[in-house]
């Protein structure tokens, strides 16, 4: 079983979106808490990460916020968390996330969050990282997106074992056993193209 301190999640900043996605962040910072873990995030108050970091700290879970300069200048850190840590980059930001974070869970997003989960599965597939990723399809939000992806691999610009380097769940409340699940994965690089 992986030993889990502390999990990254990716999602949208927007708060302009039905409440299933809402109760489904809110939810999964309480579920989080409930497993002891701690949070890594981009370090906003806004949209679902707002809510993932409000829950998870309402219900004891240490949050680390990591975000960049030029958005922690416009207003929207959050200013309550258990550390913030203001970046330089983007670049930066999502490299410290990862080495801060043993497993990884995605929501709900936008474009930045649909750039983080696949720079997270390039790394993973070029054997910059091993650790698991945990895809929320909350209401068949990223259905569109998974198709996408089988048929990449379908047509042959990705190996089909790739389909494994993350796992897919339908409600957060199946997210704590899919991560403590996860097969330790050890991809070989030198296998991606064959």
Excluded at 50 to 65: C, E, F, T, Y
Excluded at 70 to 76: A, C, G, K, L
Excluded at 99 to 105: E, G, K, N, T, Y
Aim: include cysteine; glycine fraction near 8%; hydrophobic fraction near 45%.
């Amino acid at each position: 079983m992986l030993d889990i301190k502390n999990v990254c999640v990716y999602c949208g900043s927007s708060s302009n979106v039905d409440d299933v996605y809402k109760t489904a962040a809110t939810k999964l910072g309480e579920s989080i808490a409930a497993e002891k873990w701690g949070v890594v995030y981009g370090g906003g108050r806004v949209g679902l990460m707002g809510l993932v970091a409000d829950s998870a700290l309402k219900n004891g879970a240490p949050v680390i916020g990591i975000i960049p300069e030029h958005i922690q200048e416009r207003e929207v850190q959050h200013e309550d968390l258990t550390e913030l840590h203001v970046v330089d980059t983007m670049h930066i930001r999502k490299q410290m996330m990862v080495d801060r974070s043993d497993a990884f869970i995605v929501l709900a997003g936008g474009l930045g969050t649909l750039d983080e989960l696949f720079e997270l599965l390039t790394w993973k597939q070029l054997g910059l990282h091993d650790k698991p990723i945990v895809i929320v399809n909350i209401d068949g939000y990223w259905t569109k997106m998974l198709e996408a992806i089988s048929h990449i691999a379908d047509i042959g610009f990705m190996r089909k074992e790739d389909l494994d380097m993350f796992l897919t769940v339908d409600s957060v409340e199946d997210v704590a056993e899919a991560l403590k699940n996860a097969p330790a994965q050890k991809f070989d690089p030198t296998t991606k193209w064959i």
